[in-house]
């Protein structure tokens, strides 16, 4: 729908002349201030992950309780999600979308059922899909390779933790966990 009217097809549009908000302090340029950054950088990792805010805290209090670098912990807790995981081997396009395949009981751990998207996945647990759900994700799994950390048979489509995501492998994720720990510590 074009609602803007015939002004806005030319350069007289008030879009493009002036792209920021009205009113008097729409124009000024504001600068985030380190509260901001750090509740920004928890959205993003919120967001990422599809998490609700008390799912995020409560995952937060139990890296705060385990031993060693909570950023680090705070990115393992999050990586070893079996939403997460499923989504990680290329079951699932999307984190949502692999979400809702172990909801809907579509995802095997050691050969069991498990429909718990928080389940945390441990090292050596191997992942599959259920058999009517392998054809769908086959062609999709043709040139995927999963992160370092996850192994993917292609013959069986099973995939497993070959290890315990560390904070190496945070590095190239995008999301300054250390933001998110102080945003907490406040």
Sequence with gaps: MFLKGDRCSSPK????????????????????????RRMREKQKARRTYGLSERQFSSLFATAVRKRGVTGDILFELLERRLDNVVFRLG??????????????????????????????????????????KLDRVRDRLKDFNPPAWLLLDENSLEGKLSRVPGGEDAVGSGIEYS??????SQ
Excluded: D
Excluded at 13 to 36: K, L
Excluded at 109 to 122: A, D, E, F, T
């Design 179 to 184: 933001l998110i720990v102080e945003y907490y």
């Design 91 to 132: 079951y699932g396009q999307s984190r949502r979308e692999a979400r809702q395949m172990v909801r809907h009981g579509h995802v095997r751990v050691n050969g069991k059922k498990v429909n718990i998207p928080s389940y945390q996945c441990k090292a050596e647990e191997a992942i599959a899909l259920a058999p009517k």
């Design 13 to 36: 549009c008030s879009f493009e002349s002036r792209n920021y908000p009205p009113g008097q302090h729409g124009a000024a340029p504001s600068r985030p201030t380190e509260y901001g």
